[in-house]
């Protein structure tokens, strides 16, 4: 009777599933990996239905966005960096976005995502980059 929410970390559908089973209180949020390459929308539309807000780690896919010439090319047509496109997609798809950094330089660059918009097609682009790649670890292997 003391807990009145809760917060999970890495639950894919079948965990939450579980957990709904095992427990009378349903997750506040449930922080996932979240990134061009591991973009798990329909664990996204899940949670979103069932008022479990989502919220994206790794943003930057741990420096491997930062270098794909594909964001490198939308970072230069916005005059934005690719960690600020990685970061505003994350943003403009709904998604609670936690970027990591001990660079002062590199959290105030983070930061500075919310005087623009990524145009739609673009977006696409970005959406179209999943690949299930994980650059943390696999929840998938937790039964």
Not at 109 to 134: P, Q
Request: glycine share 6%.
């Amino acid at each position: 009777g003391l807990c009145r929410s809760i917060g999970v970390s890495n639950f894919l559908i079948s965990h939450l599933e579980q957990l709904k089973e095992d427990c009378m209180i349903t997750p506040h949020v449930n922080q996932v990996e979240y990134h061009p390459f591991q973009r798990p929308q329909e664990l996204v539309d899940y949670c979103r239905s069932r008022d479990t807000v989502f919220e994206g780690y790794c943003p930057l896919a741990k420096g491997e966005a930062l270098t794909h010439p594909s964001i490198i090319q939308l970072a230069k047509k916005y005059g934005r960096t690719p960690a600020q496109m990685c970061i505003r997609w994350s943003i403009q798809n709904g998604i609670v976005t936690i970027p990591k950094s001990t660079k002062a330089e590199r959290i105030q660059e983070n930061c500075k995502v919310f005087d623009f918009t990524i145009a739609e097609d673009d977006v696409e682009i970005l959406n179209g980059m999943h690949d299930g790649r994980h650059v943390s670890w696999d929840p998938s292997l937790i039964m």
